[in-house]
């Protein structure tokens, strides 16, 4: 694939700052520096081939999304509360959002990403306002599922 200059330097700087293991701590990012991120993943993820945008949407078309672990510790772990829930709408909207070649592996997808939702439980099960957040991520991933087969 070919990268423009500014293109490879921000899949880069993407990849070193948001797709470490030891960096994924973003409960910081204020919501400037998470809209920083989020515009970042897009292009590192497009770049890469696994999302496509048309049309001013984005799809998922195959792969493993670059710094999907630093995008579901914001859902559950940014200080901010305004940064958690865009994240998780920005969640909700990149899973539910899946190319036509990988409409017949929704299921899959969705079993995937409630499995993932859950297990963001399993770290902390009595703290209420995890479990809400836990069951409206998986209501809206259903609900996203139940309209791409309607």
């Known amino acids: 694939m070919y ?9 880069d700087f993407f990849i070193a ?3 470490k293991p030891e960096r994924l701590q973003l409960t910081w990012l204020d919501r400037v520096a998470y809209e920083c991120f989020k515009s970042l993943f897009i292009r590192a993820n497009v770049l ?3 999302m496509q945008r048309k049309n001013n949407s984005l799809s998922i078309v195959g792969g493993s999304l670059m710094g999907a ?10 200080l901010d509360p305004t940064v958690r829930d865009d994240a998780t709408d920005f969640l909700v909207e990149v899973y539910s959002s899946v190319s036509d070649s990988l409409r017949g592996k929704m299921e899959e997808l969705t079993s995937t990403l409630v499995r ?7 770290t ?9 957040r836990v069951l409206r991520i998986v209501q809206r991933f259903v609900v996203a599922y139940a309209n791409m087969l309607s």
């Not at 990268?3 to 899949?11: E, I, L, N, S, T």
């Not at 672990?69 to 940014?78: D, K, S």
């Not at 993932?116 to 399993?122: G, K, P, R, S, V």
């Not at 902390?124 to 809400?132: I, K, L, Q, S, Y």
Request: charged share 20%; net charge negative.
């Open 69 to 78: 672990c630093g995008l579901w510790n914001l859902v559950f772990n940014a």
């Open 48 to 50: 890469d081939g696994c």
């Open 3 to 11: 990268y423009f200059v500014g293109d490879k330097a921000c899949r």
């Open 124 to 132: 902390n099960p009595t703290e209420t306002e995890r479990m809400d």
């Open 116 to 122: 993932n939702a859950f297990h963001h439980l399993e």
């Open 17 to 19: 700052f948001f797709c």
